[in-house]
């Protein structure tokens, strides 16, 4: 079980350690914790404090920025607006746990377009798209217009490509 | 290669062999001192080495990036240097990033000018001289063992090649080319002609690690017993704290201490921190952030208190009214005798605010201060000053003093600047525990060393037929330096305008004068510097004189380059600029733009060109209005940076520039109202966003054999002046104040 208010390593007891009420129980890239400590803590200091998913970006607290972007139950959401309150039976999927052993569509785009400069931004526009795609077989524009995941580098042409270059990816693995 | 560069090399070049056999070839201050049994790297030490070429056994090949990459693509573009003289595939390489340390500092003080290694300029000879000299030793090593002359030899792609067939790989030959001395004559580099890696479109070399999200920035290191601190700084410049109620934040699960920041004193200079303040130390950030905002903090404010962007506006605006007095940066031929001959004369003022760097990763840096030593973590770009700092606050000797450079989250000028190291310094210092110190983005955006306030007052005398007799350009504006008392001389306008940026030396009359404007805000280094606002005046008044004048702006410009030659430029980028460069980099642009094409269908063009850093760049964009609502409908870049390297990385640069430079012209501004900052989160200083960005910028790299400059910076300085041209042409509304939308609107 892990405890907000003293991280233990990160590679020690991240699964629950039994006795605690199953339905407070949630998944963080398929694997099931419990969270005993602040219910207001921000998912985001969850992931990167005491899950040291570090993958998933401090930029900002108000949710303009968008760098904190994971999955919840697979929508688009910006960590550092969810309480850990607010998780309980919820599945959390972080950059980390996109795909194992293999690259996603969208990961895949990314390389090949060869989008990130400083990169710092791209964790949290890859998991945007990654829920744009599953919810629009073929996004419009003002679907990528709506992105509003802040880059500072100025990556957004590539990042269209990459979008263009995932949806052909993501046909092809369907064929 | 002459007979200092010689030395230099041979001063930086060192040589040696792992436990594990591999061939080192790195670059050290003191590689004299150091015998070849010194260098040891074993297993998974690799962070120990400096600079350097290593040759595993099973000839996989890792190559170290010095400097610290933030996105201006040296992690990838340096080692391709390495790789190209040395001959190897690519596709083999492993890129991994060096640390810096005092010891090994790989650059001498009096080869380069400034600071640290972070650019291709820089390392476009250092670089390849090392993959050339591990080359040559494995050639050498090869003639050894096959008992031939070199002159036999090749190498493909990671091995040497005998002219009869025989082949060895570079694993192979490692540990025989280690025994070997290093070359007494410098190693002859390739013939570019024969560049097969240099000048190919590469990817970035850990795009994988940045799409899985693998990448550790600084902000992602983590280390056992090493405590989150979040700072409560003073919002008023120079301001100190005056009562501090800690009891709700001590009261904080998790809270550890809080520590009082002691301010800087009036007149210290200013490399240290920026505030007085108070840290809250605790065992993770939340907790952190929880205890900062339970902090009850009275602060007296400093002497700037009265300070606000109105009042800067009016003190600038006196101070050029009353044109006297002024710091004469250069002076040519007589510009008041020009005046008096002129058919007509013209005058234009232009104001660009103070600007945040709101990396999209905030300082944070983690120091680990121990009796007999340091680590830093922290993407520092200015590494040596990092370390010189640690010294002076610590006492730690230099040498002891260990710092890793993670990738950045972007730096703008931002992580040129050590504050951040200075205060994670003093409260691992008083916190007795190793710390990593967190800006929020609040922080980032309220306590950043801005880019400076200026107001620029151009005048232009015309002669009869029209032609640009006279310039005179006055600056008004917030120096580089702050805290300390305004330099009256020409120094103090570093950063704040372009002593010979155009049209120096193509007019023979001509004034620039600065200004010193005093004010409390920090100021700093920002991407492009001084050429941002240089450009931004200079270029849109060349488009209101040509429209004053009913002249094509394109022409005009032409005609003010003239013929095509250099001319001496004292700025970085010079000893000369190159007017026919700058020249071809407009037409180019224009013919890409469709300048000459009439449009009747509401949409303007505007055009600028700059020389910035050795670059020559222009841009040009395609404007109209739609329901009020500015759209870009073309945005067209086209620079010479010399030899592109990577030419999809300068790709990335010229583009990412050109949207920085939008975002940056159309809204983003930092404003002070009772000497405090009033932008606290995006919300406020609103970056660009995906809706508002072009689909799609044109950029065009000029073919160039010359040396090749650093693409990262010199992009931005023309957007702002295009721009605003083109929304003249679309509009009639000629814009003088930066940023554009909100005057715009309030002009429409």
């Not at chain 2, 640290?116 to 003639?143: H, V, Y």
């Not at chain 2, 890696?197 to 850990?206: F, V």
């Not at chain 2, 010979?500 to 004068?513: Q, S, T």
Request: include cysteine; aromatic fraction near 6%.
């Amino acid at each position: 079980m892990k405890n907000a208010e003293s991280p233990p390593p990160a590679e020690t007891g991240k699964r629950p350690a039994g006795g605690e009420d199953p339905a407070s129980a949630f998944q963080v890239n398929g694997e099931a914790f419990f969270h005993s400590g602040d219910p207001a803590m921000p998912l985001l200091w969850y992931l990167r404090d005491v899950l040291r998913l570090t993958g998933t970006k401090y930029g900002c607290d108000t949710g303009n920025c968008g760098t904190c972007t994971v999955l919840i139950d697979g929508k688009a959401r910006r960590a550092c607006q969810v309480p850990m309150a607010d998780l309980s039976g919820h599945a959390i999927t972080t950059i980390e746990g996109l795909e194992s052993n293999r690259l996603h569509p969208v990961q895949q785009a990314w390389i090949e377009q060869d989008v990130a400069q400083c990169g710092y931004c791209q964790s949290g526009q890859i998991m945007t798209v990654v829920d744009l795609l599953a919810r629009k077989r073929r996004p419009g524009k003002d679907d990528i217009a709506a992105i509003a995941n802040l880059c500072r580098c100025g990556t957004y042409p590539r990042i269209r490509s990459a979008i263009e270059r995932a949806l052909v990816l993501t046909r092809d693995s369907n064929k | 290669m002459s007979t200092r560069a010689a030395l230099s090399r041979r001063r930086f070049l060192q040589l040696g062999l792992t436990a594990s056999g591999a061939l080192l070839v790195g670059f050290g201050k003191s590689a004299f001192a150091r015998t070849t049994t010194q260098i040891e790297l074993i297993g998974e030490d690799l962070v120990k080495l400096t600079g350097y070429v290593m040759i595993e056994r099973d000839n996989g090949i890792v190559i170290g990036a010095p400097g610290c990459e933030v996105g201006q693509g040296v992690f990838t573009a340096l080692p391709m240097l390495i790789a190209e003289e040395l001959d190897v595939d690519w596709s083999r390489v492993r890129v991994i990033q060096l640390p810096y340390d005092e010891a090994t500092d790989i650059k001498p003080a009096d080869d380069v000018m400034h600071g640290n290694f972070n650019g291709i300029s820089e390392g476009w000879k250092l670089m390849r001289e090392a993959g050339a000299t591990a080359r040559w030793l494995l050639l050498q090593a090869a003639a050894n063992a096959w008992a031939t002359p070199v002159t036999n030899l090749h190498t493909e792609a990671g091995h040497v090649v005998h002219a009869d067939g025989r082949k060895l790989s570079y694993g192979a030959l490692a540990r025989m080319a280690a025994a070997l001395s290093l070359p007494t004559d410098p190693v002859a580099l390739k013939d570019p002609r024969d560049f097969q890696l240099i000048g190919k479109p590469t990817r970035t070399a850990d795009a994988r690690a940045i799409a899985t999200g693998q990448v550790r920035y600084g902000i992602d290191e983590y280390m056992s017993q090493v405590l989150v601190a979040v700072m409560l700084r003073c919002p008023h410049p120079g301001g100190s704290l005056e009562s501090l109620d800690d009891k709700e934040a001590r009261a904080i699960k998790g809270v550890v201490d809080v520590i009082r920041i002691e301010g800087p004193q009036p007149g210290e200079a200013s490399a240290g921190i920026l505030a007085a303040g108070v840290a809250v130390v605790a065992e993770n950030t939340w907790a952190a952030i929880q205890g900062r905002r339970a902090l009850k903090a009275t602060w007296k404010p400093g002497p700037w208190q009265e300070e606000s962007s109105s009042r800067l506006t009016a003190s600038a605006n006196a101070l050029l009214d009353a044109a006297k007095d002024g710091i004469v940066l250069r002076k040519d031929g007589d510009f008041a005798g020009s005046r008096k001959r002129a058919r007509l004369t013209l005058n234009a003022r232009y104001e660009l605010p103070f600007l945040a760097h709101a990396t999209m990763e905030p300082p944070n840096a983690l120091i680990d201060l121990r009796n007999d030593g340091a680590l830093l973590v922290a993407s520092v770009q200015d590494a040596p000053a990092a370390a010189r700092m640690i010294n002076a606050l610590s006492g730690l000797a230099l040498e002891t003093i260990e710092l890793r450079l993670p990738r950045g989250g972007g730096s703008f000028g931002r992580r040129l600047h050590n504050d951040f190291v200075a205060e994670a310094v003093l409260i691992a210092k008083l916190a007795g525990k190793p710390v990593k110190l967190m800006w929020m983005r609040e922080d980032d955006l309220a306590h950043d060393l801005y880019r400076p306030f200026g107001m620029h007052e151009l005048s232009a005398t015309l002669d009869r037929r029209n032609r640009v007799a006279g310039w005179s350009h006055h600056c008004a504006a917030t120096p580089l330096e702050w805290r300390t008392p305004v330099k009256q001389d020409a120094s103090t306008a570093s950063g704040c305008v372009e002593t010979d940026g155009f049209p120096a030396g193509l007019v023979d009359n001509l004034d620039r004068i600065f200004h010193p404007l005093d004010s409390g805000m920090p100021r700093g280094a920002w991407r492009g510097q001084q050429h941002t606002f240089s450009a931004f005046a200079e270029q849109c008044f060349v488009d209101e004189i040509a429209a004053q004048t009913r002249r094509d702006a394109v022409d005009l410009r032409l005609e003010m380059l003239g013929a095509s030659r250099e001319i001496p430029y004292r700025g970085t980028g010079g000893p000369v600029f190159d007017s026919g460069r700058l020249a071809n980099a407009l037409k180019k642009c224009a013919e890409l733009i469709r300048w000459k094409e009439k449009r009747s269908n509401g949409h303007g063009v505007g055009i600028a060109c700059n020389f910035s850093f050795g670059a020559h760049v222009a841009h040009a964009f395609e404007v109209s209005m739609e329901d009020e609502r500015l759209r870009i409908h073309r945005a067209v870049c086209v620079a010479d940076v010399g030899r592109a390297v990577n030419p999809l990385g300068v790709e990335a640069q010229l583009m990412g520039a050109t949207i920085d430079g939008i975002s940056t012209a159309l809204r983003l501004q930092v404003t002070v109202r009772g000497g405090q900052v009033q932008q606290k989160d995006f919300s406020d200083y609103p970056l660009l966003a995906m809706a508002d960005a072009p689909d799609k910028i044109e950029v065009h790299i000029i073919e160039s054999s010359l040396d090749p400059i650093d693409a990262y910076e010199v992009a931005i300085p023309s957007v702002a002046p295009a721009l605003a041209n083109a929304i003249y042409a679309a509009t009639t509304v000629r814009i003088r104040k930066l940023p554009l939308l909100p005057e715009l609107m309030r002009m429409l």
